[in-house]
């Protein structure tokens, strides 16, 4: 037997080995075969086989699987993310069936017959020692044996196939604040676990939104919460991984990672907060989870329900085109709080800063507490010598550096490079340094030194992956919250006050999704935190109108309006084409193949560019526009198997 293997590689095409006989029979599509290449062994994927030798072709070395751990719905998936992100098939499989998936770990052997009956009860590891592979796979196969998993006792057999017909499914994107997203949720999920089905969550974290999630769906569902993610205690995410791929009445929340997570009876998928970067996976294969979900939905018919207060571009545009059905609570022009809004300008970063001490004051004084959102969670960046006026720049790619005082670090913002902090200009050995942007660090330790007497703590980047709670039960001490993102999955977090400090800045980090960046941060800050009061601390030189973000209707309509006459997402699709070299020449030369190939397609007016930077080596940057057509995708094909050159599809930034 001749088997097409697709290996974990950036390269489109399969390669082909022969499956020894002791081998064949067990080789079924997408089980992981290990075969060699070049002078390695790698674990690729069963993409096809065919009958027939050849003796010019390697062997198969051994099957893995015992029988293949995709559902035949989630192979469809599969196919389906492999040709939407332009990502070879092996990369995609890597990732739904990853190397930390420790099945074997936990299988142990249950005797049928007497043929089998030295292997009862024996773990799967010894067992196979015992008799060997080849023979435990007859005793499968023959039914004379069977697996099971020692954290749930449950049979572990070839997973089910049936696509459910589902009555209710429903798909819908609802925009309401968290206390009615919740409250939907609560039923939605309730109605398909009393139907013995099971139900998908998808957070955007696990450390905040996510706690808040798994403890409040805990109190009302009981054991019958299970989370499935990275970031969770192997032992418990494997015994997530048994129960929903056997069983039901489950719901299992997780983030990127549980997007092909196989769950039987899966009756519905809930989205919660679709527009968060989380849910993007940024290494190897680059996808977005919510828009995988989506597709998972209509493969496996199940209902979908996306719940956001501010949901993406893409979302509203989906359910404006009809393919969702939209329901709005009108939460934001219907609060009930008593909002103020404030605003102060001015050019100096200092004198804002004094600003926000003077607000901060009146607040900690009447006993409430603050929350103070910035973009920034460094000490400083843009530094400058005072005496000699040059910028500290990144010495491999002459990008701008960020102070972190904590660490006594600096890091750049273009290439990633870190390097240690010292307080003399190397152009004329000046020690007077000064920032012209400040962070969540500086601000954190300037409003200590203000009010030592109040507790005051930072929250961002990753201090978000530690469960954060109010500095002082409620009706106490008031406290002051400082910073970034992750201030807005504090769901059970309450502040009287609100001050965004250079929430404008924004507009120079997201590229054309700047406005829609600045909307969601606003927004989901409202939403999480509940103030009472809202500041906004900005440059005058960068004023922008608050009022234009806080009309939900009027700002998705403008944005939409916006992105059409610029020909993009959603209106088109982008892909990010980058050459990588080390040297200037072999990059150029790449270059050139992919204008040839555009050339030959009649495709080049599709593209801009190229850029190029320097960061640890030559890069070249095109944008490719267009639609997933079979020319435009066998182009994009063809322009990945040029080395060194990836592709990206629908990037975040541009």
């Not at 070049?38 to 674990?43: A, E, I, R, Y």
């Not at 998993?149 to 604040?177: C, H, I, R, W």
């Not at 300008?345 to 929350?371: D, H």
Request: charged share 25%; hydrophobic share 40%; net charge positive.
């Amino acid at each position: 037997m001749i088997v097409h293997v697709a290996l974990p590689i950036p390269v489109t095409k399969t390669f082909s080995y022969v499956a020894p006989d002791d081998w064949g029979p067990y080789v079924r599509k997408y089980s992981r075969v290990a075969v060699p290449f070049h002078d390695k062994t790698l674990t690729g994927f069963v993409a096809g086989f065919e009958e027939g030798v050849n003796p010019r072709l390697k062997q198969v070395i051994e099957v893995r699987d015992f029988f293949p751990l995709l559902t035949a719905p989630l192979a469809d998936l599969v196919e389906w993310a492999s040709h939407y992100y332009v990502a070879p098939l092996g990369i995609v499989l890597k990732y739904a069936l990853p190397s930390n998936l420790h099945i074997e770990r936990y299988l142990s052997v249950r005797s049928n017959a007497r043929s089998s009956v030295a292997l009862d009860n024996m773990r799967l590891g010894k067992a196979l020692k015992s008799t060997g592979k080849t023979a435990l796979m007859q005793y499968l196969s023959e039914g004379s044996a069977t697996l099971f998993d020692a954290l749930t006792g449950g049979d572990f057999l070839p997973a089910g196939t049936t696509v459910m017909n589902n009555a209710n499914s429903e798909k819908v994107l609802y925009s309401g604040d968290i206390s009615n997203r919740f409250e939907r949720y609560l039923h939605l999920i309730s109605t398909h676990l009393d139907k013995g089905n099971n139900v998908m969550m998808l957070l955007p974290d696990y450390f905040s939104a996510g706690a808040y999630f798994s403890r409040t769906l805990s109190e009302a569902f009981k054991d019958r919460v299970l989370w499935y993610g990275s970031s969770i205690p192997l032992k418990k995410r494997m015994e997530a991984y048994f129960k929903v791929r056997r069983d039901s009445g489950y719901l299992v929340l997780g983030n990127k990672s549980s997007v092909f997570l196989p769950v039987n009876r899966l009756s519905c998928i809930i989205v919660e907060r679709d527009e968060e970067d989380g849910y993007r996976n940024e290494e190897g294969f680059k996808f977005s989870s919510p828009t995988i979900a989506i597709q998972r939905a209509e493969i496996e018919r199940a209902g979908l329900f996306i719940g956001s207060a501010s949901p993406s571009i893409e979302s509203f545009h989906r359910a404006q085109e009809k393919r969702l059905v939209f329901v709005d609570n009108q939460w934001l022009r219907d609060r009930h709080y008593d909002e103020r809004m404030h605003e102060v300008s001015a050019a100096s970063y200092g004198a804002l800063l004094e600003e926000v001490v003077t607000v901060t004051k009146r607040t900690l004084e009447r006993g409430e507490s603050v929350a103070i959102y910035t973009p920034r969670k460094d000490y400083g960046s843009f530094i400058q010598c005072v005496e000699c006026k040059k910028p500290f720049l990144c010495p491999r790619c002459e990008g701008t550096l960020n102070y972190h005082k904590e660490t006594g670090r600096l890091t750049c913002s273009n290439c990633a490079g870190d390097f240690v902090f010292e307080e003399q200009c190397r152009h004329c050995g000046g020690n007077i340094i000064r920032f012209s942007r400040i962070g969540a660090e500086y601000i954190e330790e300037h409003l200590k030194n203000a009010f030592p007497q109040y507790p005051v703590a930072r929250v961002s980047g990753d201090a978000g992956k530690k469960r954060v709670k109010p500095l002082s039960p409620p009706g106490r001490q008031p406290y002051v919250l400082i910073g970034t993102q992750p201030l807005s999955k504090l769901y059970d977090v309450h502040v009287h006050t609100l001050l965004l400090f250079g929430w404008e800045d924004i507009r120079q980090m997201s590229g054309y999704r700047s406005e829609e960046k600045m909307f969601h941060v606003l927004i989901n800050l409202l939403d999480a935190l509940t103030p009472c009061e809202l500041f906004f601390f900005m440059d005058a030189r960068k004023k922008v109108v608050p009022a234009h973000f806080l009309d939900m209707e009027r700002f998705y309509k403008d944005e939409l309006r916006k992105r059409k006459n610029a020909d993009f997402p959603p209106f088109t699709r982008m892909f990010l084409i980058e050459v990588v070299k080390r040297t200037k020449e072999t990059g150029l030369a790449a270059v050139k193949k992919i204008k040839e190939l555009l050339v030959q397609q009649h495709l080049v007016d599709h593209a801009t560019g190229p850029l190029l930077q320097k960061k640890k080596a030559y890069r070249w940057k095109m944008i490719f526009k267009g639609n997933d057509d079979t020319t435009f995708y066998q182009s994009l094909l063809n322009i990945y198997d040029i080395p060194d050159v990836r592709v990206e599809v629908d990037p975040p930034n541009i």
